[in-house]
């Protein structure tokens, strides 16, 4: 699933999120730290371990 780089330009704040498949992506995105909407979305990156090592609720992304 891909995980979501996101840069928060009230207090500067960079995060990561994660987001499960079949969900529908917000409109906009809410800091983390100061629930400032002026979130940007920086990059997008996909699931950190390989599809073949995957899986059996092993990493932390699944649960
Ligand atoms: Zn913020």
Redesign the pocket.
Same mark, same amino acid.
């Given at each position: 699933m891909p995980v979501y780089l996101l840069h @928060?330009k %009230?207090?500067d704040?960079k995060y990561e999120t994660l987001y499960y498949k079949g969900l529908k992506l917000p409109d906009k995105w809410v800091?983390s730290? @100061?629930e %400032?909407k002026d979130v940007v979305q920086v990059s997008e990156r996909p699931h950190p371990i390989e599809e073949e090592k995957h899986g059996g609720g092993s990493c932390k992304c699944c649960f």
């Open positions: @928060c %009230s207090c704040h800091c730290r @100061c %400032s």
